[in-house]
């Protein structure tokens, strides 16, 4: 008798251990197949951001080499802007030989004003296209000047000749010259900013360093669109320098 109650003890205890460990079991199983679901959609998830930026970093590069293309076949086009070249590595454009300084001076001769006058219009078309709108965030002028001089002169000069730049965009055209639209000028006064550059970025002689630039700036992908030009709101008065 004490032996069959002891054994009928075991058996029970056995018994009452088995579902709990099985339920243990179940559970951790559960779990670990949760665990893989909830990794599996977080993996997806990140894969479909990363391709969609990837996507648009697609999109926002052949946008941007689609506007450089057009402007460098503006340039290409009529002969009266040849020398102006178009920098796709720094998305740059450099006037070359056409729009030199005089040392330590800011003036450009009426020819050169009246090439930047001709020349502009055509930049400022495809800033207003579909790329353009788009993708197209400012149009720095750059001014430089060489290394001769003290730094703080030559900053000073160099701010003065991207001044110089929007100043001979915005005076009374010439005869014989396109006269630019109010909404031109708007657009300037809007798109472009002023920036200046003391004996930065070095050529290899001094007059290639006097020089000026239009840096074209582009949005961000994740950045708004440009707004389009309003009304001005105040006069444009007179150049200053």
């Not at 057009?70 to 290409?76: F, L």
């Not at 009266?80 to 003036?107: C, E, K, L, W, Y």
């Not at 000047?145 to 001979?168: E, H, I, M, P, W």
Request: glycine residues 4%; aromatic residues 8%.
């Amino acid at each position: 008798m004490f032996g069959f109650r002891v054994t009928a003890s075991k058996k029970l205890k056995d018994e009452a251990e088995k579902p709990f460990w099985i339920s243990f079991a179940d559970l951790m199983t559960a779990l670990m197949v949760m665990f893989l679901l909830v990794m599996s959609v977080a993996l997806l998830a990140v894969t479909k951001t990363v391709s969609e930026e990837q996507r648009l970093a697609d999109v926002r590069r052949e946008a941007i080499e689609k506007l450089l293309s057009q402007i460098e076949t503006a340039a290409q086009h009529d002969p009266q802007f040849n020398g102006i070249h178009v920098n796709r590595d720094r998305q740059t454009i450099d006037f070359g030989d056409r729009a030199r300084f005089d040392t330590a001076s800011h003036q450009l001769t009426e020819t050169q004003a009246q090439l930047l006058r001709a020349f502009i219009p055509q930049v400022l078309a495809i800033a207003n296209n579909d790329f353009g709108k788009d993708w197209l965030k400012r149009i720095v002028v750059e001014g430089f000047a060489d290394k001769r001089g003290s730094y703080l002169f030559n900053l000073n000069l160099s701010l003065q000749r991207s001044q110089r730049v929007l100043c001979v965009l915005l005076a009374k055209p010439e005869p014989g010259e396109t006269e630019l639209t109010p909404a031109q000028r708007e657009d300037i006064r809007q798109l472009f900013l002023v920036g200046g550059y003391s004996s930065n970025s070095q050529k290899d002689t001094l007059e290639e360093s006097r020089r000026i630039e239009l840096r074209l700036e582009f949005r961000g992908i994740k950045e708004a669109a440009r707004q389009p030009t309003t009304a001005a709101e105040e006069k444009l008065g007179e150049c200053a320098l």
